[in-house]
T-cell receptor, first 114, second 112 residues
Framework: NAGVTQTPKFQVLKTGQSMTLQCAQD?????MYWYRQDPGMGLRLIYY???????DKGEVPNGYNVSRLNKREFSLRLESAAPSQTSVYFC?????????????FGEGSRLTVL | QKEVEQNSGPLSVPEGAIASLNCTYS??????FFWYRQYSGKSPELIMF????GDKEDGRFTAQLNKASQYVSLLIRDSQPSDSATYLC????????????FGQGTTLQVKP
């Protein structure tokens, strides 16, 4: 059982380049999330999708776009990368509204923008 | 003011002691509260959740919630070196979408 799978795990970009982080979950969860984690900042929500076909902004959406491709997949795109976007990115999924509301996280994607 | 605040630490306790981790939140409408543990270089994992005022115990862990004071804490009894990690407090808003807002985390060091 793979859970939440993120790709790539590591990426180095130059300022201005674009890239897409991919995320897929096999737990049939309705809700999916993208967080970024910087030292001393905890996890900050970038975008989330409460269900297939919907997306909403989180705390730090500027510079990012998302696509909920289907129930399994939720991608995060950086159109023009900036050094301030150097971070570790986590995708997560949950059965929001039922159960514990527990988030299941992927292993993270470490992005460096030079 | 951040929505969820924690002391970043590090909090250092000797092995066998009680570690007390604290968290405050700003949204009075928040309904559910979570503690996640994150080992260095790993992803967060849920260790406790609490919805009602009072205490909730699970093994060596006790979560405490005081909604009037907008305060949630985590007690770890008989702390072990393997408990050394960053502990993240997370709060779910009143709409219960599962949209969790995290604090900055408290680093716990348990010294043998």
């Amino acid at each position: 059982n793979a859970g939440v799978t993120q790709t790539p795990k590591f990426q180095v970009l130059k300022t201005g380049q674009s890239m897409t982080l991919q995320c897929a979950q096999d737990m049939n969860h309705n809700s999916m999330y993208w967080y970024r984690q910087d030292p001393g900042m905890g996890l900050r929500l970038i975008y989330y999708s409460a269900s297939e076909g919907t997306t909403d902004k989180g705390e730090v959406p500027n510079g990012y776009n998302v696509s909920r491709l289907n129930k399994r997949e939720f991608s995060l795109r950086l159109e023009s990368a900036a050094p301030s976007q150097t971070s570790v990115y986590f995708c997560a999924s949950s059965e929001a509204g039922r159960g514990t509301g527990e988030l299941f996280f992927g292993e993270g994607s470490r992005l460096t923008v030079l | 003011q951040k929505e969820v605040e924690q002391n970043s630490g590090p909090l250092s306790v000797p092995e066998g002691a009680i570690a007390s981790l604290n968290c405050t939140y700003s949204d009075r409408g928040s309904q559910s509260f979570f503690w996640y543990r994150q080992y260095s270089g790993k992803s967060p994992e849920l260790i406790m959740f609490i919805y009602s005022n009072g205490d909730k115990e699970d093994g060596r862990f006790t979560a405490q919630l005081n909604k009037a004071s907008q305060y949630v804490s985590l007690l770890i009894r008989d702390s072990q070196p393997s408990d050394s990690a960053t502990y993240l407090c997370a709060v779910n808003g009143p709409s219960n979408t599962g949209k969790l807002i995290f604090g900055q985390g408290t680093t716990l060091q348990v010294k043998p």
